[in-house]
């Protein structure tokens, strides 16, 4: 069976997302399971250093035992053999927030994200915050350049717009009026800061996704809103 997607809305690694990520590690194999933090939405602004400790001590407050900051940092080293084999063989891998056209442009088509995928056929947990959750999904909005791009395709007919009880809420009603016919179908995942979906499991088998944290999802699609809270389970069309 293929693994699990863990989608933040953003302010990772602070208290409230404790439980969502908690969980993926659970789902991941638990305290042993390899952790791989992928830092490279920071590295325009030579954060990714900074950035990929600050996961690794989070993740280690939560229990892990075995967790690396990667130094993929650009298109190159998306295409390292040394870096890509270490995603082959992880069993969580969390893509920080960030930049988010830099991250999805040094991922697609890269020898890495091919791993990351081949990891995640095998049962792996694949998460990502804010960029990291919007590169992940088919499309994702590119707020520097104000269009959206093509996402990883991870999944499929989506597009995240995080941080959505600040600022993400504006992009919402900005796509919902500048939405072509090809993306007239997109499902548009509002996620909150300190809020996660997890396509989550029980019993060893999918129950669709669960909210975890203290805010809300909020989905738009065909002009219908729909919020879902904490403990909630819903399935995307």
Same mark, same amino acid.
């Given at each position: 069976?293929?693994?699990? =997607?863990? /989608?933040? #809305? +953003? ?6 997302? $404790?439980?969502? !990520? ?70 969580? =891998?969390? /893509?920080? #927030? +960030? ?6 442009? $040094?991922?697609? !088509? ?128």
């Amino acid at each position: 069976m293929a693994g699990y =997607i863990l /989608l933040e #809305g +953003g302010a990772e690694f602070e208290g409230e997302m $404790a439980r969502a !990520d908690r969980r993926a590690l659970e789902l991941a194999g638990g305290a042993d399971a390899f952790v791989s933090i992928i830092p490279t939405a920071a590295a325009p602004d030579n954060n990714a250093k900074r950035a990929g400790n600050s996961g690794v001590r989070w993740f280690q407050r939560l229990g892990a035992r075995n967790v690396e900051a990667l130094p993929l940092i650009d298109k190159a080293t998306a295409n390292d053999s040394a870096i890509a084999r270490k995603l082959r063989w992880s069993h969580l =891998i969390y /893509l920080l #927030g +960030g930049f988010t056209g830099y991250l999805g442009e $040094a991922l697609q !088509d890269s020898t890495s994200w091919q791993e990351m995928l081949a990891a995640y056929e095998s049962g792996a947990v694949i998460a990502g915050s804010s960029a990291g959750a919007m590169v992940l999904c088919q499309y994702y909005y590119d707020p520097s350049k104000r269009k959206i791009a093509e996402g990883l395709g991870l999944v499929p007919n989506t597009c995240v717009l995080p941080h959505h009880n600040t600022f993400g809420k504006d992009w919402a009603q900005w796509l919902g009026h500048n939405k072509s016919a090809p993306y007239a179908h997109v499902v548009l995942l509002g996620i909150d800061e300190h809020t996660g979906m997890l396509d989550d499991a029980e019993g060893g088998k999918k129950i669709g996704w669960r909210v975890y944290g203290q805010g809300a999802v909020t989905l738009y699609h065909a002009g219908k809103t729909t919020v879902y809270t904490t403990g909630q389970t819903f399935k995307l069309l």
